[in-house]
């Protein structure tokens, strides 16, 4: 039924279409509609024309040589082969919570919609790959540099395992389902678990572009809740908890990450006792949330304010506590309306997750830089070639991430309602 | 339950009171924090004093026993010294990068909106593709594949005698002051000052009568004047100076590290990105009808941009631009990575001399702080100015 309804329509934008049309139009209206203009495409072309001259002769010309020995080096950094895999065990893991995750998801929104009296309209497949065809693009790029077939395979593994876990994912009871937000914390402790449990490999072996993976996701997990009490501190009607939570957040936010990363290898040594010292990875995660907390701290204040102060009146009028009124009313509102800022907090992370590299610790682009000064490869210039490598994989991340946030920002409707 | 009933004259017991709750949950958060601070602290003079290292700031005095480039700066020279050369490198980067990344991003910004389909997609492809990488791999990147692929430093390039360009060091022509200078740059700061009161009196004069006030002509004028009067006066203080190329060392011209090029030119390409999206975004917020009204009075494209959209869209752009002024300061920290002696890098260096870490990150904390706080204040300044009267 679908169907026949959404061919007429598409019949319509045909009718629709300017009568004047045909390629010389359009290059007269939007190449070359004054003097300036036509200058304008002269010269532009003229650039473009260079730039891709220059970037297919660069791709035909490229030795990736340098990758294809170092891609374990670069994705994993020198995490013990013996262990490898419990890495994949972690990746089949990871598969698996999204495709039930996802499945939860899907089914409370046809359950809260179902409630509410309106329709559902789930996403079909289609429209899955639309939004996240850059990241399988991603994986295929990496699969290419690989020389033996196993990744492919355990690749195809992984996916089909998510796949699994999705369908499965109808069956789990709906009891679970309602309790969705466990599937990302049970995922979390196996993932650590299967990686670090039993004889594993701890997280101070966590390296390469996994560990950018991990302290991304980490630091705005962990700077959450922090940022959230912040947020609410800054708004408190206390002035020494204002102020506390005020001087906080704008120290952090006056300073570079670089510093706190500096302050978490160097300094925060000297602020616990000698005992209980931890290893460089814990401690740059905590110097990465404390960071965090403060910009996400903004991002949740920004929300709070969003919300009309008619909604803390409401919640007051039916007797609830002010606790109450912030959890059940308020809070849910402004959380909403963040996520699109807080997506744009996490890319921003994603990309800060590389300065550790100056601290030491060997992400993505420290292993990039040590693989350039391999006796095999050294001093030829081939930073122009794993530094672009490098770059498209935060380039991949960043984007689909940015899509996504600009993509809830519309469907949240944010700004407008 | 009888207690409700008879409340009349009663105060309520002191776990209700709600002034008395409010003031223990302030008394309870300023002691947890005092606690947390008084332990760190304790635990920050006990480990310096079981590692030897000072719990003071005395240090500062003490020889670095690093050597900056491009600089008269030896290993001798107190700690101080070098924190105060990392200071004035970093402020170098960043009063240079705003005027060219508010000019480029404007400029890209506007390109996106461009009715020249070729134009808007090359400025869209710019943003969409460097904003998402990070701009440390921007900053290496431009160091090793633009930088690096210059000349060595025994055989720089010479184009037009005007340059010396070398993989270490670029270097252009510059002024070379004799004695006398400082009285031209005193005279030069008063003939700032009277084109700014001659510019002053001509906004009046445009107000009073409605003839167009030709400020910036005017007072370009005064200033030219003033300095060239000030200039024959003082005996000529100041001549062109041409880099001069001899063996290996450089003398005369202007010019800057390699490094310093890299940083400036990676920040400036990323946070342009940024800006570009700000500036697009407020052009687009300005309302339809203003693009309408200043086709209705035939002004050309460039006098609509110019007088009617871009002043509204910078009003609505500034706040933002601002934090991203304030992220290129920030983001110089990161020419550490390719060793140019900014304020981290000496910081960084220092600690590896085993300068206690503790205080040096503080003291490099307040001097970003000190950075952020100082634009702000300037760019909240002109905010004030631009914005509407009574908003």
Request: net charge positive; proline share 5%.
């Amino acid at each position: 039924m679908d169907t026949t309804a959404a061919t007429p329509v598409e019949k319509v934008s045909v009718v629709v279409a300017p009568r004047r049309s045909g390629p010389r139009v359009w290059m007269k209206k939007n190449l070359f509609s004054t003097w300036y203009n036509s200058l304008l495409t002269a010269v532009f072309g003229a650039l473009i024309v260079w730039v891709v001259f220059r970037l297919g002769r660069y791709l035909i010309n490229v030795d990736t040589e340098i990758i294809r020995v170092n891609l374990r080096l670069y994705m994993t950094g020198r995490f013990p082969s013996e262990q490898l895999s419990r890495l994949w065990a972690a990746v089949f893991v990871t598969t698996a919570g999204v495709g039930f995750f996802a499945r939860a998801i899907v089914r409370n929104g046809r359950r809260k919609a179902a409630e509410a009296g309106l329709g559902f309209e789930r996403s079909n497949w289609q429209d899955v790959v639309r939004r996240f065809w850059p990241i399988g693009a991603l994986v295929v790029f990496t699969l290419s540099f690989t020389e033996t077939i196993t990744p492919t395979l355990l690749t195809l593994v992984a996916a089909a395992i998510g796949v699994a876990a999705y369908w499965l994912g109808a069956a789990l009871p709906t009891w679970m389902v309602h309790r969705s937000w466990a599937i990302p914390l049970v995922g979390t402790l196996m993932f650590y678990v299967v990686l670090a449990g039993f004889g594993g490999v701890g997280w101070d072996l966590w390296q390469g572009f996994f560990v950018n993976i991990v302290l991304t996701i980490a630091g705005i997990s962990l700077a959450f809740p922090l940022g959230l009490m912040l947020a609410l501190g800054r708004r408190s009607t206390l002035p020494a908890v204002r102020y506390l939570s005020v001087t906080y957040i704008e120290f952090l936010r006056g300073v570079p990450m670089i510093t706190l990363l500096l302050m978490g290898a160097f300094a925060l040594g000297f602020l616990i006792p000698g005992d209980f010292q931890f290893s460089l990875f814990l401690r740059l995660l905590i110097a990465i949330t404390l960071f965090q907390a403060a910009y996400i701290a903004e991002v949740v204040r920004g929300g709070l304010q969003s919300v009309p102060h008619g909604q803390v009146e409401a919640g007051q009028s039916i007797g609830l506590s002010p606790w109450k009124t912030m959890r059940f009313v308020v809070l849910p509102q402004a959380l909403r309306n963040v996520i699109p800022a807080m997506v744009g907090q996490f890319i921003s992370l994603f990309k800060d997750t590389t300065l550790v590299f100056i601290v030491g610790l060997l992400d993505l682009l420290r292993a990039v830089q040590i693989s350039t000064a391999q006796p095999e490869f050294f001093a030829q210039g081939l930073e122009a070639v794993v530094l672009p490598f490098a770059a498209v994989y935060f380039w991949v991340g960043s984007f689909v991430m940015s899509r996504e946030s600009r993509r809830l920002e519309k469907k949240l409707g944010v700004g407008v309602r | 339950m009888t207690a409700t009933q008879t409340s009349a004259g009663k105060r309520p017991p002191l776990w209700r009171n709600v002034r008395f709750i409010r003031g223990a949950l302030q008394v309870l958060a300023v002691v947890i924090v005092l606690g947390a601070i008084w332990f760190l602290g304790n635990n920050l003079r006990n480990e310096l004093v079981a590692k030897n290292l000072p719990t003071n700031f005395d240090f500062l005095g003490q020889p670095t026993g690093v050597t900056i480039a491009d600089s008269n700066f030896n290993p001798g020279s107190p700690v101080r010294a070098a924190l105060i050369i990392g200071i004035k490198n970093t402020f170098l980067i960043v009063i240079v990068g705003i005027p060219i990344l508010t000019v480029l991003g404007t400029l890209i910004g506007v390109a996106r909106l461009s009715t020249n389909w070729l134009v808007a997609k090359a400025a869209m492809v710019y943003v969409e593709t460097i904003r998402n990488i990070p701009p440390l791999l921007i900053i290496l990147f431009v160091f090793n594949a633009v930088i690096l692929q210059l000349p060595p430093p025994r055989d720089p390039a010479t184009p037009l005698d005007w340059f010396v360009i070398s993989n270490l060091k670029i270097t252009g022509p510059g002024f070379a002051a004799s004695s006398g200078a400082g009285v031209l740059l005193a005279v030069a700061v008063l003939g700032l000052i009277a084109a700014f009161v001659v510019g002053a009196w001509r906004t009046r004069y445009s107000e009073q009568t409605g003839q167009h006030h030709h400020r910036v002509l005017w007072g370009l004028g005064v200033f030219t004047s003033i300095v060239l009067i000030g200039y024959f006066i003082t005996g000529r203080p100041v001549s062109m100076s041409f880099p001069v190329l001899d063996g290996r060392v450089i003398t005369g011209g202007f010019g800057g590290l390699g490094a310093y090029f890299a940083v400036l030119m990676a920040l400036v390409i990323y946070t342009a990105s940024h800006v570009a999206e700000i500036v697009r975004g407020s052009i687009l917020a300005v309302p339809r009808g203003q693009t309408e009204a200043a086709n209705a009075i035939a002004l050309s494209g460039f006098q609509r941009l110019r007088y009617v959209i871009l002043p509204q869209a910078y009003r609505i752009a500034l706040p933002p631009i601002l934090n991203q002024y304030l992220n290129l300061a920030k983001n110089t920290s990161l020419a550490i990575a390719i060793g140019f002696a900014e304020i981290t890098l000496v910081t960084f260096q220092a600690i590896g001399n085993g300068y206690p870490a503790p205080q040096l990150i503080l003291l490099l904390m307040a001097a970003y702080l000190l950075f952020s706080l100082t634009i702000s204040i300037l760019v909240n300044l002109l905010n004030r100015r631009l914005q509407l009267v009574g908003n």
